[in-house]
Antibody, heavy 118, light 106 residues
Framework: QVQLVQSGAEAKKPGASVKISCKTS????????IHWVRQAPGQRLEWMGWTHVGNGNVKYSQKFQGRVTLSQDTSATTAYMELSSLTSEDTAVYYCARDVRREKTDFWGQGTLVTVSS | DIQMTQSPSTLSASVGDRVTITCRASQSIGHWLAWYQQKPGKAPNLLIYKASYLQNGVPSRFSGSGSGTEFTLTVSSLQPDDFAFYYC????????FGQGTKLEIK
């Protein structure tokens, strides 16, 4: 069965970077894109970007352009999201999710809590 | 950027009720709209995609309709498990979510 399993919670200082992994299984990794979405406490879901792991195409939300890097290790069927120059406003749960032909985003990781505090 | 606005923000209803949530886009998005259910501490769960397509495994009491700028999610007969947050998402131009609707027990 399709599974996306994310790395554990992170606590970071302002100005630091965080890198979250999303280990996938149960499907052909290179046939689908992976989206990254975050949710700050009590806030709406916020799309950060996506990467088509098969061809390497990447698209970032303008809000995060320059601060976020999406990557993947196809041999490990794992996608990564790195966010730099963290501030307290980056405190949120971060999700990865599988895209299906840009028609739907059907399977999600369990989420990774990132807490940014001095 | 396309903005998504849901209404109402909170909806109080009883088991067995028929309820409708509306999502409006700031410009036309065709049929590129999805609906998700989210429970506290959990990832979103896809209910509807391309405005009206029911995701595999989702009960048929959920349905979606609309195109262009106005969309609705309807639950035909609320069950206890349906009380949760609901979000719409457009994916015509990048991706953007509505602010959410809390469906609570009356």
């Amino acid at each position: 069965q399709v599974q996306l399993v994310q790395s554990g919670a992170e606590a970071k200082k302002p100005g630091a970077s965080v890198k979250i992994s999303c280990k996938t299984s149960g499907y052909t990794f290179t046939s689908h894109a992976i989206h990254w979405v975050r949710q700050a406490p009590g806030q709406r879901l916020e799309w950060m970007g996506w990467t088509h792991v098969g061809n390497g195409n990447v698209k970032y939300s303008q809000k995060f352009q320059g601060r976020v890097t999406l990557s993947q290790d196809t041999s490990a069927t794992t996608a990564y999201m790195e966010l730099s120059s963290l501030t307290s406003e980056d405190t949120a749960v971060y999700y990865c999710a599988r895209d299906v032909r840009r028609e739907k985003t059907d399977f999600w990781g369990q989420g990774t809590l990132v807490t940014v505090s001095s | 950027d396309i903005q998504m606005t849901q209404s109402p923000s909170t909806l109080s209803a009883s088991v067995g009720d028929r309820v409708t949530i509306t999502c409006r886009a700031s410009q036309s998005i065709g049929h590129w709209l999805a609906w998700y259910q989210q429970k506290p501490g959990k990832a979103p769960n896809l209910l509807i995609y391309k405005a009206s397509y029911l995701q595999n495994g989702v009960p048929s009491r959920f349905s979606g309709s609309g195109s262009g700028t106005e969309f609705t999610l309807t639950v035909s007969s609320l069950q206890p498990d349906d009380f949760a947050f609901y979000y719409c998402q457009q994916y015509n131009d990048t991706y953007a979510f509505g602010q959410g609707t809390k469906l609570e027990i009356k």
